[in-house]
């Protein structure tokens, strides 16, 4: 086997920017609708014994409205109208029927939907025979 000689040919790499707001960023990262309803739920909270009672049900039976779409409905409205008091927050001019569906995404987030709640024993996530693990 023959050796040869290597050559090194390196070309010189694209120096950095060499102020931060030349740099651009390849994957754009806005905050999205779910981040400001996890904004006002986490605002919300601590302040509204109403609003965490209506999180509060697994059950239609023990929901507050006895609905557990209709305590959704009315824990969006509630997001809304703290939404409105929130500078360049868009949330308060949704749907409630979007905020809906993006609170369930929060909940999700901290593990906390309504169905994780429903199928835990002592902390520990339970699933249901035929359950495909997914959670709402």
């Not at 070309?11 to 006002?40: F, G, Y």
């Not at 001019?93 to 569906?101: E, S, W």
Request: aromatic content about 4%.
């Amino acid at each position: 086997m023959t050796s040869t000689p290597s050559t090194n040919i390196r070309s010189r790499p694209t120096p950095l920017p060499a102020r931060m707001e030349e740099w651009e960023r390849k994957i754009k990262s806005e905050r999205t609708l779910n981040d400001h309803v996890e904004d006002v739920h986490v605002a919300l909270y601590d302040d509204s014994s109403e609003y965490r009672r209506l999180l509060e049900a697994v059950w239609d039976s023990d929901a507050v409205e006895g609905s557990l779409a209709i305590d959704n409905t009315l824990a969006a409205a509630m997001l809304r109208d703290k939404a409105k008091g929130i500078s360049g927050n868009p949330v308060g001019d949704k749907k409630l029927d979007t905020i809906v569906k993006s609170l369930t995404v929060v909940l999700r987030r901290y593990h906390n939907s309504r169905k994780e709640r429903r199928h835990t024993v002592e902390g520990q996530f339970i699933p249901m025979p035929n359950d495909n693990g997914v959670t709402d």
